[in-house]
């Protein structure tokens, strides 16, 4: 079952050390966000867990993350070993914007 979101929500992984800020959501959709295969849920306050060392990490920190359509966006704000997705597909990194030539 898929929460409600809003800008600014903050998601915690159930199955590894993953936590995201939601940058973008559109208002008329409840997209169903998972981590490792299972739906995330709204993160307790405070700090987030420390990945177990020695971990693959599949979601980066400091990482945004896009849906296909570009309309949902994730911030990583603490790195795990699951994969995010919405809706079922995974969620891409998104690339960094260049920078306009300043000659």
């Known amino acids: 079952m898929a929460i409600s979101l809003r800008v ?3 998601l915690a992984s159930t199955t ?3 936590r995201v800020v939601v940058v973008r ?10 981590c490792g295969g299972a739906p995330m849920a ?11 060392p020695g971990a693959a990490t599949a979601t ?8 296909a359509a ?5 911030l990583c704000v603490a790195p795990g070993s ?6 079922g597909e ?13 000659d």
């Open 16 to 18: 590894c050390s993953v």
């Open 42 to 52: 709204p993160a307790a306050p405070g700090k987030p867990t420390a990945p177990a």
């Open 70 to 74: 570009g309309t949902v966006e994730l």
């Open 25 to 34: 959501v559109p208002a008329d959709r409840q997209p169903l966000i998972e």
């Open 82 to 87: 699951g994969t995010l997705s919405c809706d």
């Open 8 to 10: 600014g929500d903050q």
């Open 90 to 102: 995974p969620m891409a990194q998104k690339a960094a914007k260049a920078l306009p030539a300043s």
């Open 60 to 67: 980066l920190v400091g990482k945004r993350y896009v849906d």
